[in-house]
């Protein structure tokens, strides 16, 4: 199993290599790989329910990738990779079909996954939301609801109780800023709703009620960890946002990066609007008219690792317009994200500077175009390519003995991108959805050095 010693007295590894107790993984999300979609008394999620018309082909997460009947298929590969850790998400529908009904078979999958891992001697990484709100939570009002919070606590209180004499790392929420920002400000997610036509003192109004409820779940579930754990809990979140690359590496221009990244007028699309209140305890400007102090002693809570999903930096964005940044034919990946090596290494540094907790990178990969090769293999040098410059980022944040214990690659498989249906693949293993065959792609192998060495190869 993987050691997890030393993890508060991390000093930097040796130069070209990764600390000798560095987390390698992968991740997933539930409704993206399980399918069982109404088995077992799994109730609908507002993914379930919602997304007909909202996905690419008409497709949606019914079967997936069918993981809730392979998963020691799956389990089995990941061993194959020789992974320390795996990140994967409960589902609240699978496992609560009310707020105070628990279904035990689906929290029966679980437990019988999480005891896989185990034999395999990969550590479990449970993710307590990964966007599947149950459709019964939706109906009171999903996020808006000021109830929520005190659900989900008794939705992490159940999984804590079945899982966490086996499990020490655990995620409350995941990505905060696409779950609010898609579902319920652009509408490109579920609930597809959308924010955009409200006045902007509705909108803000509004926001600031989605954020109060997402943090406040996040300081319950904290505490229901921290009072109700087997284990010693390792707790963080896996949040994204807006990473920017200074131009050079000029003080001034690093500045302006930082400043870019984390800024006084927050939106939440920025790390500090969610990360200042849950880890520093305070507010970005524009949101302390809606907090109270006694709200902020809630969602504050100690935290034992800063977890952070990461693709690409925002340089070159172009939400407002043409950005003059963006060059003709520069690289992206099958997502139509700007490849920006240096993102891992400037985010790592931005925010253990700020938020002085170790590092998790909870995702990183790149969606290609994989398909299965005349020879019968799946070749996919752009993504060794891809993760190997990030990875090198990464190495520059360890050997600068920035706290960085673990990188996630996103995703294990193949699987049900959202509203992009199953077009985009950001799997180490191909997934050929007709037959549910699994091929490991050619960075499958070339990762499985990459841990096996404890070095980019």
Known sequence: SSDLTGLQNYKG??????????????????????GAYNEDGKVPGIWDALSEGHVKHGE?????????????????????????AYRFSVSWPRV?????????????????????????????MVTIFHWNL??????????????????????????ADALSDRGRFWVTVNEPTTFIGNGYFTGAHAPFESLMQ??????????????????????????????????????????????????????????KARTRMFPEQAFFSHFNWWADPAVLGCVPAGLQPFFTAEELKVICQPLDFF??????????DEYMGPNPAVTPGMPRTA????????????????????????????????ANIDFVMSDGAVHDPQRIDFVKRYLAGLQRAVDENIPVIGYLYWSIMDNFEWAEGYDKRFGLVYVDYQTQQRIPKDSFYWYADVIKNNRIS
């Open 60 to 84: 949606n997460g019914n079967i997936a990738c069918d993981h809730y009947h392979r998963y020691k298929e799956d389990v089995a590969l990941l061993k194959k990779l020789g992974v320390k």
């Open 335 to 366: 997502m139509d994200w700007p490849i920006t090596p240096d993102a891992l290494y400037w985010a790592a540094r931005f925010l253990t500077e700020r938020y002085h907790l170790p590092i998790i990178v909870t995702e990183n990969g790149m």
């Open 134 to 159: 149950p459709m019964w939570a939706h109906e009171k009002g999903g996020w808006y609801n000021a109830e929520i919070s005190d659900d989900f606590a008794n939705y992490a209180r159940v999984v």
């Open 96 to 124: 609560m079909s009310g707020p105070d009904t628990v279904n035990p078979k689906g929290l029966a999958f679980y437990s019988d996954l999480v005891d896989e891992l185990k034999a395999a001697g990969i550590e479990p």
């Open 13 to 34: 590894g040796n130069k070209m290599s990764f600390p000798k107790n560095f987390l390698w993984g992968a991740a997933s999300a539930a409704y993206q790989i399980e």
């Open 198 to 255: 409200e006045q902007p003192a509705v909108m803000m109004n509004k926001l600031a009620a989605l954020t109060k409820n997402v943090l406040l779940a996040h300081g319950k579930a904290v505490r229901v960890l921290r009072s109700r754990a087997k284990l010693a809990p390792k707790i963080g979140m896996a949040l994204n946002g807006s990473v920017y690359l200074p131009e050079n590496e000029s003080p001034d221009d690093i500045e």
């Open 307 to 316: 977890g952070f999903n990461c693709y690409n930096a925002s340089n070159y």
